[in-house]
């Protein structure tokens, strides 16, 4: 049996097009959708049962959405059912917890994050929606490997590593008075290496990294498969796309794919077999299937995801 790997959401917050935006290539996701396909925000599924029963990593906002493009989601059997066993969470950021709102009321559910994400949920009392008696919320520490379980506890098949990496405190909880990292620590982004507890098969799955750290390299060193944060081509792009954003990726806790601290450039030494950008920014030329920086990703041995692509490990 494969894992399957379905790419739910491939865009960075705010989709592509992003509702507020028309520059370049927002317009063209708009006009001309063949030459820059517009996609949802990122996410993806995994299934180690031949597509039977499905795990979140991130829940997007556009998750209705994306169960109703992607059949392998949708419900089976019965009047109520959902093939969706429970979402895992990545970071804080709206584009990766605000589609838990989709999944409301009575579904049995269990949803994993670290201790500083679940206080998000804690805190909101919004979250409440997903019914607590149906919905269990479990925390996760670092660096610790954890099997998976549905509501009731049956294994789910899939294991998972987690990890912290070099990133940033949701943007709705930056505290200006806290220093120059806003008050981020290590457990608000994580990095996740997800297994086919039968087979052994895996890869890792890192939608947000600010920095490729040595443990990090050692760590992703010929993996079989890595999606990678594809937020930004150069750090300066939104400032130059003159979207109004004054951030460089740096300031927003994204690597940028191009130049000599690139992710392209860093990955040359890591021989990873299947290099695959997710989270890509509304900005990024990356988009455009015809740019020349897509064809440059594509030279390097890198793939940049789509919704709806689908991978057999
Ligand atoms: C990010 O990844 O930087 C965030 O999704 C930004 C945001 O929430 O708009
Ligand atoms: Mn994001």
Known sequence: ???????????????????????SNSS??????????????????????????????????DLR???????????????????????????????????????RESHPLSIYATKKVLNILNSNTVFNVLNPDFVERREVSLNQTILLKDKNKNST?????VFPVPGKIALFLEDKNKG??????????????????????????????????????????????VFFDGTLWKNDEMLTA???????????????????????????NLDVKKKIFIHINTTNPALLEDSIERKKINKEGWEVSYDGMEINL
């Open 180 to 225: 120059n990292n806003f008050g981020t620590d290590e457990e608000d982004t994580i990095g996740l290496k997800i297994i086919d507890k039968k087979t052994e098969k895996f890869f890792y799955y890192l939608p947000a990294c600010a920095e490729i750290t040595e443990d990090l390299k050692n760590r992703l060193k010929r993996a079989p498969m």
């Open 242 to 268: 003159n979207v109004g954003v004054k951030k460089t990726g740096q300031r927003m806790g994204h690597m940028s794919m191009a130049g000599d601290n690139g992710t392209i450039e860093i990955f040359k």
């Open 65 to 103: 959405q994306q169960i109703n493009d992607n059949v392998a989601l949708q419900p089976k059997t019965g009047i109520r059912h959902s093939p969706i066993l429970g979402v895992f969470i990545t970071n804080g950021d709206i584009d990766h917890i605000a589609g838990l709102l989709n999944l």
């Open 157 to 161: 098949g899939i294991e998972v590593e």
């Open 1 to 23: 049996m494969t894992m399957k790997v379905l790419v739910l959401g491939s865009a960075a917050g705010g989709g592509f097009p992003q509702w507020n935006c028309n520059c």
């Open 28 to 61: 063209e996701a708009r006009k001309n959708p063949q030459r820059a396909k517009p996609r949802t925000q990122s996410s993806i599924a995994v299934s180690v049962d031949n597509g039977k029963n499905w795990f979140l990593f991130n829940a997007s906002p």
